[in-house]
Nanobody, 123 residues
Framework: QVQLVESGSGLVQAGGSLRLSCAAS????????MGWYRQAPGKQRELVAT???????NYADSVTGRFTISRDNAKNTVYLQMNSLKPEDTAIYYC?????????????????WGQGTQVTVSS
C-alpha cells in the first residue's frame, strides 16, 4: 500500500513564502513523475507544477518564476517552494505521483494523490 502524505499548510500574507512537502511511503514501488495540483473554491483542479524522475520540470504560467518544484528521490519526497504568494494562490494543494507497484511483477503506473493541504494567502 502506497500513501502520499503532505505537510506545510498555512496562512500567509501576500508576498510571503510557504514550502509544501509530500512524502510517499510504503514498500515495493517506483515513482515516475511527481507534481502538485490545486483546487480553489468553485474551480476545477489545476496543475501547478510537475517534475520527472530525472528532474525535468513543468510549471503553470500563473506560478512560473514564483514557485519551484523539486524532489529528493532517496526520500521519495517532492517539495513546492512558493514565493511572492498572491491571494489568488489560495487553494487546497494536492500532491500527485505516478507510481508503479511490484507485486511479483511490475503493475502499470497509476496516479496516487495526497489528502490535500490548505494554503491561504491574505491580502
Amino acid at each position: 500500500q502506497v500513501q502520499l502524505v503532505e505537510s506545510g499548510s498555512g496562512l500567509v500574507q501576500a508576498g510571503g513564502s510557504l514550502r509544501l512537502s509530500c512524502a510517499a511511503s510504503g514498500s515495493g514501488f517506483s515513482i515516475n513523475a511527481m507534481g502538485w495540483y490545486r483546487q480553489a473554491p468553485g474551480k476545477q483542479r489545476e496543475l501547478v507544477a510537475t517534475v520527472t524522475s530525472d528532474g525535468n520540470t513543468n510549471y503553470a504560467d500563473s506560478v512560473t518564476g514564483r514557485f519551484t518544484i523539486s524532489r529528493d528521490n532517496a526520500k521519495n519526497t517532492v517539495y513546492l517552494q512558493m514565493n511572492s504568494l498572491k491571494p489568488e494562490d489560495t487553494a487546497i494543494y494536492y500532491c500527485n505521483a505516478v507510481i508503479k507497484v511490484y507485486i511479483g511483477h511490475w503493475k502499470r503506473p497509476t496516479d496516487y494523490w495526497g489528502q490535500g493541504t490548505q494554503v491561504t494567502v491574505s491580502s
